[in-house]
């Protein structure tokens, strides 16, 4: 009888790993990417029909003639090159580019480092972000009215034409010339004078037209006959019309009124011999020394009221725009610095101080080099955001002058919406707009790169 064989034996059999082993490597791998690709589907989808979709087809209509029927080649992009309109939009668009992200940064870093130093820095930032909540419409709306040239509606030549008339006063007789028959004649540069030379003791008559009633200085009173005096010239300069008709020419009638304030010049050989301002009733007095002299009434007697400045004209619509979008960004600018300015190592800057730097050197050997990243970004970020301004220029410049002030954008609105629409063309300027933005994005991309891999 054989025993049994206890030491031979096989091991029971262990559970199967093909039954109960957790996944592999690979096969986890697998399923978190499905997981990420569910997710970012959507984000896809919506990129592609919203981004590239659109960039596409542009691409192909801008082969196309304005029927998109006819294929024209790089014919639209050979009409970019030389219609005048676009090529003043490219232009515009330069200054842009160059002039406004360059001002808003630089009032942006000039207000984060200011502020720092005064109590009430906090407020004074939150008072220049603020223009950051309203829309582009509306800051051009409210840029419309400050532009205005009637000093009476328009802020920035209210304050123009106020600052002007400290040093020039305008005249209260801009309109006021001589009539029919006067004694008077055009002297050339807008002044006029005597066509005969004047007498001590004759009363001189200077009787002038043009002005209107409700025009006359404050305080003016009805025109006196001067009353000759010995050794002296005397005489009326007034405004020499009856209201009502009536009246008669070169005589003080009783209910005309004298010109008072106006300045009169006794003129011998080329030279000025006295002066005498008029009274309220027009009478004046010269001395001794105007006698055998002409009267002057000089050009500064007429001088027309200052309008201010056209600043929806031509010639300055564009940085009036420029101007109203640096009111709007540069609070962007400002808090991004001032954040990038609180994060500035103080001792730094203190020891710049021990070894005796002042605060310009400070600010442009320390803060500015510690700041320059952060400048980047947000200069970068203004370049981008100009490149397709619309909505200011729209609104402020007004349609006389908007070709003058017309980007990019704004021809490509014109051009494929506007009243003889060519959706080629304008595919064309979109494709130019792109193309020109792309360089710009490809800096700041390589620049987030640089700042992640540090």
């Not at 082969?63 to 080649?73: I, L």
């Not at 005796?356 to 200069?379: C, D, H, K, S, Y």
């Amino acid at each position: 009888m054989t025993a049994p064989a206890a030491h031979g034996r096989s091991p029971a059999p262990g559970p199967s790993r093909a039954h109960g082993a957790a996944p592999g490597p690979s096969a986890e791998a697998r399923r978190r990417r499905l997981v990420a690709a569910a997710f970012l589907l959507p984000a896809l989808v919506l990129l592609g029909a919203l981004v590239v979709h659109p960039i596409g087809y542009s691409v192909y209509r801008s082969f196309f003639d304005r029927s998109g029927e006819v294929f024209v080649g790089g014919g639209n992009y050979r009409e970019i090159l030389t219609d005048d309109g676009i090529r003043t939009a490219l232009q515009n668009t330069a200054v842009w580019v160059v002039l406004a992200p360059a001002t808003a940064t630089a009032l942006g870093l000039i207000f984060a480092v200011l502020t720092e130093r005064v109590r009430w820095g906090t407020a004074f930032k939150l008072l220049v972000f603020m223009p950051m909540a309203i829309s582009m419409l509306a800051a051009g709306i409210i840029f419309r009215l400050v532009y205005d040239h009637d000093p009476d509606r328009g802020v920035a030549n209210a304050v123009w034409v106020g600052v002007h008339d400290t040093f020039a006063p305008s005249s209260a007789f801009p309109k006021a010339r001589p009539g029919r028959d006067s004694p008077l004649a055009d002297a050339g540069g807008g002044a006029f004078t005597t066509r005969e030379p004047v007498r001590a003791g004759s009363p001189v008559l200077l009787p002038l037209v043009g002005v209107a009633p409700q025009a006359l200085p404050e305080g003016t009173r009805p025109a006196g006959a001067a009353q000759a005096v010995p050794g002296k010239v005397t005489g009326t300069v007034w405004q020499d019309f009856t209201r009502g008709g009536g009246g008669t020419t070169n005589v003080v009638d009783p209910s005309e009124q004298g010109f008072a304030g106006m300045r009169i010049e006794a003129v011998r050989d080329g030279r000025v011999v006295d002066t005498a301002t008029a009274r309220a009733d027009g009478t004046f007095t010269l001395s001794a020394k105007a006698d055998g002299a002409l009267l002057r009434l000089p050009a500064a007697n007429f001088r027309e009221a200052y309008g201010g400045v056209e600043w929806l004209g031509p010639a300055l619509v564009t940085p009036a725009v420029i101007g109203a979008y640096v009111w709007m960004w540069a609070g962007f600018a400002m808090v991004l610095i001032g954040a990038g300015l609180a994060a500035v190592p103080r001792e730094l800057l203190e020891a710049a101080r021990v070894d005796g730097a002042n605060e310009w050197q400070v600010f442009r050997r320390i803060t500015v080099p510690l700041l320059a990243p952060l400048l980047v970004v947000v200069l970068v970020t203004l370049v981008i955001n100009v490149m397709k301004i619309f909505d200011l220029v729209f609104v402020i410049a007004p349609g006389a002058v908007q070709d003058d002030a017309n980007v990019l954008a704004l021809q490509l609105y014109r051009t494929s919406f506007g009243t003889d629409a060519d959706p080629g063309l304008g595919s064309a300027i979109a494709v130019l707009l792109l193309v020109l933005v792309v360089p710009v994005m490809l800096v700041n991309i390589r620049r987030l790169r640089k700042e992640g891999a540090r």
